[in-house]
């Protein structure tokens, strides 16, 4: 075997064979002006040719779609950070839109009350021992924030302070059955108190409580603070009156009131740091 591959046979062959393949590329290459050898060579190596040309198209094709790929990989991702970009601006907007709302509303309180003094507080969830929506807020003592300060948003009664800490604080809304508020019906002026039991605060409902049973409250009533007690400034809105019962318990009659604001769904509020007439007690004759 090894003789025959150093015979003269053999590399006669081999010549041949490179002959062909050479005469094959020149006649991929280059088509036109052939010579009369070259004709003969592309005759008789035309399945040659084929398949060179078969796989040099597929070479490009393939290296080109290697190559377009890659863009669109790159586009789309240039892409999705845009969006992302645009998303992170949208909720800057939208935050800088909800804080924007919550200073109007303050600035009308604040024309309508200068003797207020306001914080304004960011609710960042809510007290998970308490089943009567207590909210947290992100101020503190160290924003002047006290126990028993009065909570608004706009002109209408959120709660109270019930416990404060250096960098945030817990409010009992009006939903809680302890607290209570001095109020009296804006149209008849009878006073009572708002406060809610466990099945009323479960509907989202106040009630205005201790009236006698000849009152001339009324549905569609506004109660108001009344500015007994010195804890909330007279003259905030509590809520709207649905309709007035009879007490199964004695003579006296309640109403039940729908607070003026949804308070699961607030995002922030006032904290009414100072007013004139703080914890001094109002008397009304």
Known sequence: MLQFLKSRKFKTFMFVIC???????????????????TNVLGSALSPVQKLVSSVADNVKWLGDSFESSGSY????????????????????YNEMQQKLSSYETMLGVKEENPDFVLERAGIIGTDSADMFTSLIIDK???????VNDPAVYGNYVVGIVKKVHPSYSVIESILNPEVNISALDSKTRETAYVTTTIDYSQKGHCVFSGLERTTAVSPGGIILTSGIGGTYPKGLII??????????????????VEPGVNIKELEDLFIITDFEGQGIEEIIE
């Open 19 to 37: 002959a062909l393949l050479i005469g094959a590329v020149i006649a991929v290459v280059s088509s036109k002006g052939a010579s009369p050898v």
């Open 73 to 92: 990989k790159k586009e789309i991702e240039r892409l999705r950070q845009q969006i992302a970009e645009y998303e992170n601006q949208l909720v800057d």
């Open 140 to 146: 503190g003592s160290n924003d002047d924030i006290s």
């Open 239 to 256: 809520g709207t009156v649905n309709e007035v019962c009879e007490s199964e318990y004695d003579l006296s009659n309640y109403a039940v």
